[in-house]
């Protein structure tokens, strides 16, 4: 369903909607809303899936899914999208394993967020671990645009080590 929300708003913003997604952090927010919070891996397993129906349903006419969490039987998606391929899709995250996997396979813009504090460097470390996954992967690596966040996480560490020296 979410996938046909975007859809929606993407006709109604003439092709602006994008279609922002992660695995979820934080828990007291699912709990004020009464939702489960699962561990990390299945949040991980359910962001996979939710990723593959939405690429699906703004590129396919008709599509079908079958998985552990989610489904959809020759599901219908009218209007269509404004712009060929559909909104674009935004994965957050902060694991350099998973998260950049599906990226490098779904996202047209990458939100790579620090960890916690003394975890420095995370954010500005995955760009070439995702151009890497990207040029495994069936995408070209130029593809998709990193977060403002990594690159002004770069930008710190480039005045850092000049500093340095």
């Not at 151009?131 to 005045?159: F, L």
Request: hydrophobic residues 30%; proline residues 6%; contains cysteine.
């Amino acid at each position: 369903m979410l996938a046909k929300i975007v859809t929606t708003l993407d006709v109604v913003s003439r092709g602006r909607a994008v279609l922002g997604i992660g695995a979820a952090w934080n828990e007291s927010e699912h709990a004020g809303y009464g939702f489960e919070f699962p561990p990390i891996g299945r949040r991980e397993d359910r962001l996979e899936e939710a990723l593959t129906i939405a690429r699906a349903m703004f590129t396919e006419e008709r599509p079908s899914f079958e998985g552990t969490y989610y489904r959809i039987d020759r599901a219908l998606n009218r209007p269509r999208p404004i712009r060929p391929g559909g909104p674009k899709i935004l994965v957050g995250g902060g694991g350099e394993k998973r998260t950049l996997k599906f990226a490098a396979r779904f996202a047209d813009i990458t939100k790579l967020v620090r960890g916690p504090p003394g975890s420095r460097g995370q954010a500005a470390s995955a760009g070439p671990a995702l151009r890497s996954r990207r040029s495994r992967s069936s995408r070209d690596s130029a593809h998709g645009r990193g977060s403002a966040d990594a690159r002004r996480c770069r930008a710190r560490q480039g005045r850092r080590s000049r500093r340095d020296t």
